[in-house]
């Protein structure tokens, strides 16, 4: 299995492949792998003739250092686990000098709002990190299509923004959000939960189903308070902010209009530990 740390390595192999005219599907990770990101390469693998697969905790959008050190790296393991999958996937771990050269900093992006909303309010400049590395890992890797998981769902709409700014030749394709039996969706933090908090964390998810099913007859006024409720004396759980919000936009639901789509988006601590879900509610 090809493991590329230089960006001109890769560059170079990449010409070859345009040259080959190979379509190539890019999944973005920042390691720590799961079945979650098995499933997006499963699905790359299936749509193009040659998958990359980038493997880089990216400094720049990471708003809490603390998080950023904490943040799971296990390139040994990950790379083990995609050669099960298939020998023929590339694989781009690089170092932050190699994607940003001297100055590892985010360019300011204005991507129509998007970034104002939740993740955005919660992690000022997290969405500027995710764009300027995004916009850095498609010029090397040139794809033809690029895969995200639905569990970050505002990350996916900027991203889709993102190619639109910076006119870039990419399908951005959005895939179903994987989850553990327990309904909790998968995530590399989840490597982080204690015993106790991995049994408390699928409430998360059985809240959102309940907000799913109460959609057509409550108010989203009624359902935001109920859903205080439910972490409100839960001594594992810290809920940070549940929203429904407008697909498109993303802004918050006031009254709700036909022909409109709507998600609810919740982000909840587990001690030190963030988890975030969404759903689609109609
Ligand atoms: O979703 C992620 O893992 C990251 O935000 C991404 C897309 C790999 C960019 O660093």
């Known amino acids: 299995m090809r493991v590329y740390e230089k960006r ?14 190979k379509s190539i599907g890019f999944v973005p990770t920042m390691g720590a792998l799961h079945q979650g990101h098995l499933a997006l390469i499963q699905k790359a693998l299936i749509e193009n003739q040659t998958v990359i697969v980038s493997i880089f905790v990216n400094p720049t959008q990471f708003n809490n250092t603390e998080d950023l050190i904490n943040y799971p790296r296990t390139l040994e393991t990950d790379v083990m686990l995609l050669s099960n999958v298939s020998k023929d996937i590339i694989v781009f771990a690089p ?18 709002g998007l970034e104002h909303a939740m993740e955005g309010k919660f992690r000022p400049g997290h969405f500027d990190g995710v764009g300027t590395v995004l916009k850095h890992l498609f ?24 190619v639109a700014i910076e006119k870039m030749p990419v399908n951005i394709i959005g895939c179903p959000i994987y989850r553990e039996e327990s309904g909790l969706a998968l995530s590399s933090r989840n490597k982080r939960l204690n015993h106790d908090q991995m049994a ?3 409430l998360i998810y059985q809240t959102l ?7 057509g007859t409550k108010s989203a ?17 810290d809920l940070e902010y549940f929203e429904i919000a407008n697909i498109a936009d993303l802004k918050p639901v006031q009254q709700k209009q036909q022909n409109t789509k709507y998600r609810a988006f919740i982000a909840v601590f587990a001690g030190e530990v963030r988890l975030i879900d969404n759903i689609a509610l109609n």
């Open 200 to 202: 408390a964390a699928p």
């Open 95 to 112: 170092t932050p000098q190699e994607v940003y050269g001297s100055d590892t900093i985010a360019i300011k992006y204005d991507f129509e």
């Open 139 to 162: 010029t090397i890797t040139q794809p033809t299509n690029a895969y995200f998981g639905e569990k970050d769902f505002q990350q996916l709409q900027i991203v889709r923004k993102l």
């Open 8 to 21: 001109l390595d890769i560059e170079a192999y990449v010409a070859d492949l345009q040259k080959q005219k």
């Open 209 to 215: 189903k309940q907000v799913q099913n109460d959609f």
């Open 221 to 237: 006024e009624d359902l935001n308070e109920w859903v205080a409720r439910q972490f409100e004396n839960n001594e594992l759980l």
